[in-house]
C-alpha cells in the first residue's frame, strides 16, 4: 500500500439529485484509475460504494460512503453521496469536509430540487464543484439543455470543458476543448484520436468561448 502525504490527499464529495447516476460515476472513475478490475453496475448489486442489503435492495444510495484510487500521484478519497430527499441532509455532513466536488445532473432530466439543495450546501462551505453532464447515451438527452438550465439556476454562464459527440444512439464520445482532441471509449477505456471533421466547427466555437472566459479571470 502506497502511503500520501497529507497534501498528496484530495477529498472529492460526488453529488447530485437521486437517480442522477453518482454511484455509476464512481464506479467509472475507480475501473479508469485501476483501482478496480471491472464497472459494477447498480442494477446488479455489485458496486463498491451501494453495499448495504437496504442500498443493493432498493438500488439507491443510502448512506454517503468512501471509496479511493490513485491518480497522477495524488490519492483521491471519492465519496460517494445520497440524491434523495429523505437522506440528503447526509449529504451536507460530507461536504464540510472536502476539498471539492462533482456535481451530476443529467443530459434527460437537467436540474431538479435536489440538485439546487446539494448546490446550496456546496455554496454554504464555499466548495469548489465541477458539472458532469451524465446519461448522453440515453435516447432524448440534451447536453446544452442541462448546461442552459444550470445557467439559468445559478445565474452564471458555464465554462466548458468537453462537450459531448453526439447523444443517444449516436453518442460517439466528447470533445476535450483544453486540449482539442476527441476522447472514444470502447471496454471503459479510453482513446484520443483527432476531432472529426464533423464536430470541429462547434469545438472551435466552443475553444475561442473557453479561451475568451480564462482571460476574463483575475489573477489576483
Not at 437522506?87 to 455532513?93: A, N, V, W, Y
Not at 440538485?115 to 462551505?125: G, I, L, P, R, S
Not at 459527440?165 to 471509449?185: C, N, Q, T, V
Not at 464533423?198 to 466552443?206: D, G, I, N, P, W
Request: aromatic letters at 8%.
Amino acid at each position: 500500500m502506497v502511503n500520501f502525504d497529507a497534501e498528496k490527499i484530495r477529498n472529492v464529495a460526488i453529488i447530485a439529485h437521486g437517480g442522477a447516476g453518482k454511484t455509476s460515476l464512481v464506479e467509472a472513475m475507480l475501473f479508469d484509475a485501476k483501482a478496480t478490475d471491472r464497472i459494477g453496475k447498480v442494477e446488479d448489486g455489485n458496486t463498491v460504494t451501494d453495499y448495504e442489503p437496504e442500498e443493493i435492495n432498493r438500488k439507491i444510495s443510502i448512506l454517503s460512503a468512501i471509496s479511493f484510487c490513485n491518480w497522477n500521484g495524488y490519492r483521491i478519497n471519492l465519496i460517494d453521496t445520497p440524491g434523495y430527499t429523505n437522506f440528503i441532509e447526509d449529504t451536507k455532513g460530507c461536504l464540510s469536509v472536502v476539498d471539492g466536488a462533482v456535481v451530476i445532473v443529467s443530459a434527460l432530466s437537467g436540474v431538479k430540487a435536489e440538485t439546487e439543495k446539494v448546490w446550496q450546501y456546496a455554496c454554504q462551505y464555499e466548495i469548489p464543484r465541477i458539472v458532469f453532464i451524465n446519461k448522453m447515451d440515453r435516447e432524448n438527452a440534451d447536453f446544452y439543455m442541462a448546461v442552459g438550465e444550470l445557467e439559468k439556476s445559478y445565474d452564471t454562464p458555464a465554462i466548458l470543458l468537453q462537450i459531448p459527440m453526439g447523444s443517444g444512439e449516436s453518442f460517439a464520445g466528447l470533445i476535450d476543448l483544453l486540449g482539442m482532441k476527441a476522447i472514444r471509449y470502447q471496454n471503459g477505456r479510453e482513446a484520443e484520436e483527432d476531432i472529426p471533421a464533423t464536430f470541429r466547427s462547434e469545438a472551435e466555437k466552443h475553444r475561442r468561448k473557453l479561451v475568451e472566459r480564462i482571460a476574463e479571470c483575475d489573477d489576483a
